[in-house]
C-alpha cells in the first residue's frame, strides 16, 4: 500500500497550492480519501474527507470555501485544491484511506508554508 503526496511548498498568504494523492496497492474506489494537516506544537486535525464515489464532501469550518477535495477513482488520486490560503494554513497535509480498521492508510504528508 502506498499514498504518495505532492504538490506542497511555499506560497504567498491569498495563493493556490493543489495537493495531490496517488494511491496503490488497495481498492481505492472503495474507501473513503482524506486530507489531514499537522501544524508545529499542534495535533493532527481533519481539513476535508470524500465519500467512496466522491458525492459527499465534509470541510474543517476554517477551510469551507477555500478549500475543495475531489477524487478520481479511474486514477487512484485524491486532490486538495486550496485557494486564498493564510498563515495559519501552513502545516504538513496528510493523505488518508480509511475503510474499516485495520485498513487505515496514511501517506508521509508534504510541507505547505503560507508566507510572504
Known amino acids: 500500500v502506498q499514498l504518495v503526496e505532492s504538490g506542497g511548498g511555499l506560497v504567498q498568504p491569498g495563493g493556490s497550492l493543489r495537493l495531490s494523492c496517488a494511491a496503490s496497492?488497495?481498492?481505492?474506489?472503495?474507501?473513503?480519501m482524506s486530507w489531514y494537516r499537522q501544524a508545529p506544537g499542534k495535533e493532527r486535525e481533519l481539513v476535508a474527507n470524500?465519500?467512496?464515489?466522491?458525492?459527499?464532501?465534509k470541510y474543517l469550518d476554517s477551510v469551507k470555501g477555500r478549500f475543495a477535495i475531489s477524487r478520481d477513482n479511474a486514477k487512484n488520486t485524491v486532490h486538495l485544491q486550496m485557494n486564498s490560503l493564510k498563515p495559519e494554513d501552513t502545516a504538513v497535509y496528510y493523505c488518508?484511506?480509511?475503510?474499516?480498521?485495520?485498513?487505515?492508510?496514511w501517506g508521509q504528508g508534504t510541507q505547505v508554508t503560507v508566507s510572504s
Open positions: 488518508n484511506a480509511r475503510l474499516v480498521p485495520p485498513y487505515d492508510y
Open positions: 470524500i465519500n467512496s464515489w466522491g458525492g459527499n464532501t
Open positions: 496497492g488497495f481498492t481505492f474506489s472503495r474507501y473513503v
